[in-house]
């Protein structure tokens, strides 16, 4: 397929690369992305965007008024690495000891950084605004809702917004996006079975948590699929249990501590009533007390439909219909949903597996790396994207 937009774009990718492993060689976590920030700011301001730093603590955006008058579109990348050490021996590996880029967001600011190099000569020619999201913390801290709580959504409104993140399960030079539900509410809950500890020879006279956990633990992998439509989803995962101190002595108490996931609200709710009842019922059941917490998380991210479309038809329009995939929700989570609770928009994957290479391994693996020509494909990606919404006609 022709393409003069790619060649101009692919004139950006050394500089892409250079950021991006400058990026990666100094990971920071979230809220603390600071040189990152000012990285960042640099460049935005090298493009003569709006910048106003110091939202949501490192977060920062940039605004580009295009001269003729037309709606807003923003686009967002996150900014915070994770806390592991990296196995890559890569000239370009992180250089911090404990931190780690391992879920591609150094990749996801250098292509946002490249649509803006892109449209930063284009002012006379855009119509409407394009805002440059960068956020803190998706890694649990929910930087894109404190984010949106700090306005970041306003002056001036905006009216679409688009995320994407690099997805190894798909090869480099793919695009995945989903119709609707795109990623699950993220909550997590602690459970204490509270009971009476003793020697292990007198059970007779202890209450027995761990006895107690073990029929709850059972129990608990039953919920999803007696009490939950097997045409809905949802997974309760226990990932830690804590409990006891010798092989010869019965605790006073054990601790659960899990994650329970979903798709949607009705679920979402189902999930957790039903794991309190469970507990409640077994506790009582051994004559014991217990504790039960429960946090909600991210929620559902729910794409709109229709910006889902715009995102794969203005994506096959460059790369073909045959590259361009809908994938079915994934169990994760993804703090971009705080942004679609607010406006529409929609949040699609960039494959940046290249088994060749032996870019083949998962998010947090401490052996995750891209193949850098999602640098250049996100950028036209991007610009295809923003430029169908404020329906521009492409320049290359
Ligand atoms: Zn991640
Ligand atoms: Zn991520």
């Given amino acids: 397929m022709e393409n003069a937009l790619r060649k101009r774009i692919d004139e950006m990718r050394g500089w892409?690369?250079?950021?991006?492993?400058?990026i990666h060689m100094?990971?920071?976590?979230?809220?603390?992305?600071?040189?990152?920030?000012?990285?960042?700011?640099?460049?935005?301001?090298?493009?003569?965007?709006?910048?106003?730093?110091?939202?949501?603590k490192t977060g920062l955006v940039g605004l580009l008024e295009g001269k003729r008058p037309g709606k807003t579109v923003?686009?967002?990348?996150?900014?915070?690495?994770?806390?592991?050490?990296?196995?890559?021996?890569?000239?370009?590996?992180?250089?911090?000891?404990?931190?780690?880029h391992a879920c591609g967001h150094d990749a996801h600011v250098a292509i946002l950084l490249g649509v803006a190099k892109y449209f930063s000569p284009l002012k006379d020619h855009v119509k409407g605004n394009i805002k440059w999201?960068?956020?803190?913390?998706?890694?649990?801290?929910?930087?894109?809702?404190?984010?949106?709580?700090?306005?970041?959504?306003?002056?001036?409104?905006?009216?679409?917004?688009?995320?994407?993140?690099?997805?190894?399960?798909?090869?480099?030079?793919?695009?995945?996006?989903?119709?609707?539900?795109?990623?699950?509410?993220?909550?997590?809950?602690t459970i204490k079975i509270i009971g009476k500890g003793g020697h292990a020879a007198t059970p007779h006279v202890t209450k027995d948590p761990i006895l107690a956990a073990g029929h709850l633990i059972s129990q608990i992998h039953s919920i999803v699929s007696r009490s939950i439509n097997p045409l809905e989803s949802g997974v309760i995962t226990i990932g830690k249990v804590k409990g006891g101190t010798a092989f010869n002595i019965i605790p006073d108490e054990v601790e659960l501590l899990g994650t329970v996931r979903s798709l949607n609200a009705?679920?979402?709710?189902?999930?957790?009533?039903?794991?309190?009842?469970?507990?409640?019922?077994?506790?009582?059941?051994?004559?014991?007390?217990?504790?039960?917490?429960?946090?909600y998380g991210y929620p559902v991210l729910v794409n709109d439909p229709e910006m889902s479309r715009l995102v794969a038809s203005a994506c096959s329009e460059g790369i073909g219909k045959e590259n361009v995939e809908l994938l079915k929700p994934s169990m994760g989570g993804e703090d971009f949903a705080y942004y679609l609770e607010r406006v529409p928009g929609a949040f699609f994957r960039l494959g940046c597996r290249n088994e060749e290479k032996g870019?083949?391994?998962?998010?947090?693996?401490?052996?995750?790396?891209?193949?850098?020509?999602?640098l250049p494909f996100g950028v036209e990606m991007f610009v295809r994207i923003v430029s169908r919404f404020l329906d521009l006609e492409m320049v290359a």
């Avoid at 992305?33 to 965007?49: P, S």
């Avoid at 870019?359 to 999602?374: A, M, N, Q, T």
Wanted: charged letters at 30%; one cysteine or more.
């Fill in 16 to 22: 892409l690369v250079e950021i991006r492993r400058e």
């Fill in 26 to 56: 100094r990971p920071e976590l979230g809220f603390e992305e600071f040189e990152t920030a000012n990285l960042v700011c640099k460049w935005l301001e090298k493009f003569d965007l709006k910048v106003k730093k110091g939202m949501a």
């Fill in 74 to 100: 923003a686009i967002r990348a996150d900014m915070d690495a994770l806390p592991l050490d990296e196995a890559n021996s890569v000239p370009y590996a992180s250089r911090i000891k404990g931190k780690m």
């Fill in 133 to 189: 999201i960068f956020q803190p913390a998706e890694e649990g801290g929910a930087g894109g809702r404190v984010m949106a709580e700090e306005g970041v959504l306003e002056n001036p409104k905006v009216d679409a917004i688009f995320g994407a993140h690099v997805f190894p399960f798909l090869a480099v030079g793919r695009v995945g996006f989903y119709e609707k539900e795109g990623l699950a509410a993220t909550d997590r809950f």
């Fill in 266 to 295: 009705q679920v979402r709710e189902e999930l957790k009533a039903r794991l309190e009842q469970v507990t409640r019922g077994i506790a009582s059941s051994f004559g014991m007390d217990y504790g039960f917490n429960y946090q």
């Fill in 359 to 374: 870019i083949v391994h998962p998010y947090h693996s401490s052996l995750f790396d891209v193949d850098e020509d999602v």
